[in-house]
């Protein structure tokens, strides 16, 4: 009887703020399907197809070329925008002239093509210049030394 008799006084005193009551832990939202959404390191990708022991360690492909810019956004060597999606290590090209392109970052910079069977293929983007400066497609991931 007592409790009945002390619940205005409590009513009181939850409204005016002096007490909380914990509330229950709202289970944590549900996972993106294929990991957390993030952003490529900004700056310059060149790209290139893995070379031979007995000849040059990489196959420039220029045509894949690109520069990180902020947010979810590259630009190709001719100036063209586009937009990517990165979902724990898979990227996506969801917009531009790279559109429908699917990569795999393997680590920080290192990109490799995705293949249609869904594989990783031979050929890679590598973060070749951070930051903002001048995108030159004439860079080379792995020239040989002259």
């Not at 005193?13 to 390191?41: C, D, E, K, Q, Y």
């Not at 007995?54 to 586009?82: C, E, H, M, W």
């Not at 795999?104 to 490799?112: A, M, N, P, V």
Request: proline share 8%.
């Amino acid at each position: 009887m007592r409790a009945l008799h002390n619940a205005p006084f409590v009513a009181f005193l939850l409204a005016a703020g002096f007490v909380s009551v914990p509330l229950a832990a709202s289970p944590a939202p549900p996972s993106v399907p294929g990991g957390p959404i993030g952003t490529l390191a900004v700056g310059q990708y060149n790209c290139e197809r893995d070379g031979s022991a007995g000849g040059p360690v990489g196959i420039r492909l220029p045509q894949y070329d690109f520069r990180a810019v902020t947010g979810s956004n590259y630009k190709t060597p001719d100036g063209v925008r586009g937009s990517y999606l990165m979902t724990g290590d898979q990227v996506i090209m969801t917009g531009g002239a790279l559109k429908g392109m699917k990569m795999h970052q393997t680590s920080k910079g290192f990109l490799r093509h995705v293949g249609a069977d869904g594989a990783d293929n031979d050929i890679r983007c590598v973060l070749t210049k951070g930051s903002r400066g001048q995108f030159d497609a004439a860079d080379s991931v792995n020239e040989p030394e002259t």
